[in-house]
């Protein structure tokens, strides 16, 4: 090892040094004041008359194994603590037809959406045997995947009967900004639709552009099983007596902000 060779490692190793050694310093501080618990292993929980409730998770990631998998995976794990099934369903590559405002599907007796080529028919079947919703989304200039944006749109207005009252959550993978945005994009939709949005500890966000760089996250992770922790705690909740939604008022006819 000449020299500057002997120099830059050097210089490498100290940097290193530098930067653990207060993380480490925080870690040590944040367990001693008993910030850093670990979760106790929850008891499995069965409900509906016995039966397991189960959550509808879609990745709307093109990458079926990416960072936007990772968190859903995390929450499938958490969820099956709590004896919660599960379904992650990929959107991939497949293309996904935005919704053309034809009508369709309101003659056709909640058949949903009349275009059945696609994954919306997929997750409109799907939606008939779940109790919640989970969707994931990469961040692309700020907003959700075009594919999920069109996917859910069509859903909801198609079939909005099968999401009503199904407790709902969205969370949003980026490399750097633009999630919050993205999260409130996903938001609107399950706030007109009568879902109770089920959060966390923060907002539903984690960080990572390469593959599996998310898992580094820790907080972003935890995150996600508190999420998941959350969800299954609702589900329970709600369907504990069997009464699933509350007496609403009957809905006026749509007005506009002219009149």
């Known amino acids: 090892m000449d020299r500057r060779d ?20 925080m870690l040590t501080k944040a367990e001693n004041a008993g910030l850093m618990m670990s979760e106790a292993e929850p008891a499995n929980n069965t409900s509906l008359s016995g039966k397991a409730p189960k959550v509808l998770l879609v990745n709307g990631s093109p990458r079926a194994d990416g960072n936007t998998f990772c968190c859903l995976k995390e929450i499938e794990t958490q ?20 919704c053309i405002n034809c009508g369709g599907c309101r ?24 109790n919640a919703l989970i969707v994931g989304t990469p961040v692309y200039y700020g907003q959700p995947n075009g594919g999920i944006l069109s996917l859910m749109q069509r859903l909801f207005y198609s079939s909005g009967h099968l999401v009503q009252n199904k407790p709902a959550a969205a969370l949003a993978v ?22 109770p949005v089920v959060t966390s500890q923060y907002w539903n966000i984690a960080y990572g552009a390469g593959k599996g ?47």
């Open 6 to 25: 002997f120099i830059k490692k050097s210089a490498l190793a100290t940097a290193g040094a530098t930067i653990t050694a207060p993380v480490s310093a």
């Open 79 to 98: 969820l099956q603590k709590y004896g919660v099934e599960s379904e992650i369903v990929q959107i991939g590559r497949q293309s996904v037809r935005m």
């Open 107 to 130: 003659r056709n007796n909640g058949a949903g959406c009349v275009f059945d080529d696609d994954l919306c028919a997929i997750i409109t079947e799907k939606m008939k045997g779940v």
């Open 174 to 195: 980026c490399r750097r900004g633009g999630a919050t945005a993205t999260l409130q994009t996903m938001n609107m939709m399950f706030e007109m639709m009568n879902m």
């Open 213 to 259: 760089e998310v898992k580094l996250d820790t907080e972003g992770m935890q995150t996600m099983r508190t999420l998941a922790t959350n969800m299954a705690f609702l589900l329970q909740k709600i369907y504990a007596d069997g009464n699933y939604a509350p007496q609403r008022e009957e809905r006026p006819t749509f007005m506009n902000f002219i009149r």
